[in-house]
């Protein structure tokens, strides 16, 4: 199984022939710039943590393009079948579904979801995924709810995808005490250093969690891992 990683919170994994695509902005994205262009994405599956424009990116030109299916909440999923891509498997909040690939688990997140014309985007979201024997969390964009604690204690959380930016989602501090929460094997920040707005210090970063005991790697746009 193959994790790349293309900057802000879009990541794709590859696994065992099938493609997952995770809030593929791409356009617009200045870390996607040389790395990666929406036309050269051929995902099987898109996820969609929520509706922001930083997230909801390009998904409706590839999903129409590849004939992708797409997960996401229901929201989400009714206004991509108004939009022309009928191809869609809506999900709620503390669902799961067993699908061919794998299982997925929508979770909470603790932020705010519209799309970017202001229509209504649903409860945003992250995913718990359980495939080829390991569990990867994409926290989606949220600050530190209590509720992780039982996320830590169900699941052995091979890879947490975890926002770190500050300013709209949690920033280190509150990684890290998400960090104590879920107990992940390794940790991956994202949304991060996109705008100025959430611009930090990384290197900082990675530091404060490994000083907290935590496996932290940073990845670059169009970095790949393999796990």
């Known amino acids: ?3 790349t990683y293309f900057g ?4 794709q994994i590859e696994t065992n022939g099938t493609t997952l695509l995770f809030d593929p902005f791409i356009t617009g994205n200045p870390h996607t710039q040389g790395v990666v262009t929406p036309d050269q994405l051929q995902p099987d599956v898109i996820l969609l943590t929520h509706a922001h424009g930083d997230h909801w990116g390009d998904t409706l030109d590839i999903a129409r393009r590849t004939g992708a299916l797409l997960i996401a909440n229901f929201e989400i ?3 991509a079948q108004k939009h022309g891509h009928n191809n869609v498997h809506p999900m709620n909040t503390g669902g799961s579904w067993q699908f061919p690939w794998g299982r997925v688990t929508q979770t ?3 932020h705010s979801s519209s799309f970017p014309d202001g229509t209504y985007g649903g409860n945003p979201n992250g995913y718990l995924l359980e495939i080829e024997g390991k569990v990867i969390y994409d926290l989606g964009d949220t600050c530190p709810f209590a509720e992780m604690a039982w996320y830590g204690e169900d699941y052995n959380i091979d890879v947490a995808l975890m926002p770190v930016g500050d300013l709209f989602t949690m920033g280190v501090e509150g990684a890290v005490r998400a960090a104590r929460m879920l107990k ?4 991956i920040p994202i949304h991060y250093n996109t705008f100025p707005p ?3 210090d990384i290197e900082q970063c990675r530091k404060r969690l490994e000083q ?3 496996k932290v790697q940073v990845m670059k746009p169009g970095e790949s891992l393999t796990l």
Do not use: D, N, V
Request: no cysteine; glycine share 8%; hydrophobic share 45%.
């Open 1 to 3: 199984m193959k994790l």
């Open 212 to 214: 907290e005991g935590f």
């Open 184 to 187: 992940p094997g390794l940790i």
């Open 108 to 110: 909470y997140a603790r």
């Open 198 to 200: 959430i611009q930090i």
């Open 77 to 79: 999923t009714q206004y």
């Open 8 to 11: 802000h919170s879009a990541f």
